[in-house]
């Protein structure tokens, strides 16, 4: 029997095939340079920056290109003036979506997500049509092997996390955004290997899908995803394991 998984679960289980297409590097460097534009260039005392420069250095990026986005952020070095916008949206079955944008050009961008919508039989919404359905919080990505599941939850539990799930290779663990840094760090200075750690925006509830509709969220997701200037597609579904093998 097929398993199901819900949409954060999906994101990662995706995340291998999307580096393949070579646009993870665009995506983090695109995060740094406007999170030490937004917060300073200094990683240790900028939380958003400090996420951005692990999550490149997950992706084994050149130190030089970490180093120029943040220059570029802090002014030091010329760069694009990015704009950044949440776009929201209904995909098929009533799935709910957020779009988190990075543009240099907002008449370009608007009409390519309204296109996407359409073409995958969505439709965009007004601001805070779904938005009011997701919650932000940390997410952090324990690797199974090694590593007891008591363990984990012990140690993340004491460092301020709200919840943990067990998935196929990894411990799933949820926090409160102010607490995502003080948690990762607890799990690897007790020799933890952390897989991922972001703030995120999580649905308070899922829409089970199936079928044709499956297929044609799981292509929202894509056609979003392909557009230059995305950095992240957030939804509420839950689907069949198998729709996720036929999407990637």
Sequence with gaps: MSGHSKWHSIKHKKA????????IFTKIIREMTVAARAGGGDADSNPRLRTAVLAAKGVNMPADNIKKAIQKGTGELAGQALEEITYEGYGPGGVAVLVDV????????????RHAFGKCGGNMGESNSVAWMFETKGYIQVDKKGASEDAV???ALEAGASDMTEEEESFDVSTPPNALEAVRQTLEAKS????????????????????????????????????DDVQNVWANFDVDDDAVGNSA
């Design 153 to 155: 939850l012990e140690a």
């Design 16 to 23: 291998a095939v999307d580096s393949k297409r070579g646009r």
């Design 102 to 113: 990075m543009t240099d050009n907002r008449n370009r961008t608007t009409p390519e997500i």
């Design 192 to 227: 933890f290997t952390i897989l991922s750690a972001e703030l995120g925006k999580f649905p308070q509830a899922y829409v089970k899908i199936a079928g044709k509709q499956a297929e044609q969220a799981m292509r929202l997701v894509d056609t979003l995803e392909d557009l």
